[in-house]
């Protein structure tokens, strides 16, 4: 692949009614380096129409196939991963491609439309890139894992993996560097009962209630295997790209190798990755502690009794 290839792909999903229509926009492949697949969008050489996705004819020749998927917590090491196989080479990753989200997250659509359209939403991205790569890899946005059992249905043949981490860490990660696109977060997301509203809690308890809703959605899962981030960056080769079916060469294992020495968001390679947990485990108050106790606490054990845990528990 070269800096001036371009392609053609979904950048945004709009509703006309009942009807999904997708904006398309063409790319070129040296903004493929982005961590993230929004900042890829937009840096965007053109818009180039509308298209509607009832009428997407996916071609039933296209070879490029998801690998595997990968859903999360926040600040978990998802990034992490992506950048992991992105330097795999003839990989290519989508970071969080939010139109999928756009799509998933409203009541329109039957089930079997929904999948239809999931479908037709991916083969628009396989057909992009098929003589690019020759593997798929999507990290999905967090929210995406509350419809874990929609994408199993469109896709019921690809592997995923669900990475986790304490979950103390997590919220005094979120307190000292806040999360965004919180503004997307509504009371389906909490399983919030009837007249229970966002405001009635704080943001801590938001937090909180959003991931144990996760590890709910994430539970009845067919085809997943957990990951702990405490054996991040090993397990990746050693066990996630296994998991893929994704081979890893002496050159692939050097790539990657290289780019997880580096802060995951850190395009310039300047920050280099250390472990925080311990800092971040003293960091923590009591509401950070209570909330972990007993709201995500028995949603987590139920999650990790459900489903296999690549690499084992975690170390102590």
Request: hydrophobic share 50%.
């Amino acid at each position: 692949m070269t800096e001036t290839e371009r392609f053609i792909v979904p950048a945004e999903l709009v509703w006309s009614g009942q009807r999904p229509l997708l904006k398309m926009v063409e790319i070129d492949a040296a903004s493929l380096a982005f961590p993230f697949w929004s900042q890829t969008l937009a840096a965007a050489r053109r818009v180039v129409g509308l298209v509607a996705l009832d009428e997407v004819v996916p071609g039933a020749d296209v070879a490029l196939m998801p690998s595997g998927f990968v859903y999360h917590f926040n600040r978990c090491g998802s990034t992490l991963v992506a950048n992991a196989f992105k330097a795999r080479k003839g990989c290519l990753v989508l970071s969080e491609p939010f139109i999928f989200q756009q799509l998933l997250d409203n009541a329109r659509g039957t089930p079997g439309q929904r999948i239809v359209w999931l479908q037709r939403l991916m083969a628009l991205h396989r057909q992009a890139f098929v003589r690019h790569a020759d593997h798929l890899v999507i990290k999905w946005p967090g929210l995406v894992a509350l419809y874990v059992a929609d994408i199993e249905a469109a896709f019921p043949h690809v592997p995923a993996i669900f990475l986790h981490r304490n979950p103390i860490e997590v919220l005094v990660s979120a307190r000292m560097a806040p999360l965004g696109n919180t503004d997307v977060v509504k009371e389906v997301h909490l399983a919030l009962g009837a007249g229970e509203r966002l405001q009635d809690y704080s943001a801590l308890e938001r937090s909180a209630r959003y991931m144990a809703n996760i590890c709910r959605h994430v539970a009845p899962a067919r085809n997943m295997a957990l990951l702990d981030y405490a054996h991040l960056p090993g397990a990746i080769v050693e066990h996630v790209a296994p998991f893929f079916k994704l081979g890893v060469s002496a050159r692939d294992l050097a790539a990657m190798g290289e780019s997880t020495r580096y802060y995951s968001k850190d395009v310039a390679r300047r920050t280099v990755f250390s472990a925080d947990s311990s800092q971040k485990n003293g960091m923590a108050n009591a509401d950070e502690w209570r909330v972990t106790q007993d709201i995500i606490g028995p949603a987590l054990l139920a999650l990790q009794a459900a489903l296999p845990q690549l690499g084992g528990a975690a170390p102590a």
